[in-house]
């Protein structure tokens, strides 16, 4: 006898409301073939698009919850469900494949083995390379019969427009503070509220830095770059210092630094770490060429490029000194 499965929805209590508007368009058939969820990496989107490809693929879905004992929901916890399909980087891979996509395209053209829907969960979908993108383009064009494709972005601004034209999007908001907190609190975790603004309020990331033992990559990297800003330290020091850790995750906390800067310049938030208090002395218009500058490394570190850490690192050093050079020069002129 199969063992029953039981699916929580929504996965996290901050999606509620959004789990609400979903169930109605799924009950009152007015659910479009193609939604978009937007939002920071961290807060459980993934965990949201996995849970309404559950319900849709649910045979007899209990109110707003799945069954989790009828065939659909027991393929589907066994990673079976002939009906579901994902697209997700492969294997060592930051991208997702025109191959992969393809491969997609031949299942779609069958008819639903279970009788019902087809699900295809994307995530997330910035990752998609341009050849990629665009023959996924035509699946959501003319989607086939029954067929409901859930993309997951994070950097939604990396998307093609023509499919974000053709998706029904929904900006899920950054869970409040409080409710963050709360949750993480429940979470067998220490020094939550630390990893709760370690990780920009993202309690989902938050817990998984904990079990990862990520927080001290974190108060590490962030004391070498702040001695860095300062002129303690040297940008090649700085360098050798970072190569030790993986260029994502250096470049992925330098962008959520930036963005915390900008708030804390342009929205006069309080932000205790000494190098996001750092970097915003930098003008707005340098902090944002800086996010731009750091988002298209990341985008092709995403892309398979493989350069040096240190010259990488220190690069992104002396293209701040620089811009604090000039803010400082700009200050003594007045």
Partial sequence: MTAQVSFVQPPYPWFFDYWQQFVEQVNTQ??????????????GAEALAMAMAQYLLCRAPADTHSCGHCRGCE??????????AQLVPEEKSHIIKVAQVRELTAKLANTAQQGGRKVVLVAPAEVMNIEAANAILKNLEEPANETVFILVAFQSARVLPTIRSRTSQIALATPLWGDALAWLESQPVTRPAALLEATGGAPVKALAWFNNKQLEAHDDIAQCLSRGL?????????????????????FGLLLLWLQRAVKLQCAQLNDDLPVVQNLAILPAMRLYALLDTVQGRMAQLYAGSNPNKVLATEELMLIVQGFLAEQARMQTRR
């Avoid at 393929?75 to 579901?84: I, K, Q, R, S, Y």
């Avoid at 002129?231 to 250096?250: F, N, Q, R, W």
């Fill in 30 to 43: 007015r659910l479009p073939h193609a939604l978009l969820l937007k939002g920071i990496e961290g807060i």
């Fill in 230 to 250: 300062k002129g303690e330290i040297s940008p090649v020091d700085v360098g050798k210092k970072l190569a030790s850790y993986d260029l994502p995750v250096v």
């Fill in 75 to 84: 393929l589907l916890a066994a990673g079976t469900h002939p009906d579901f």
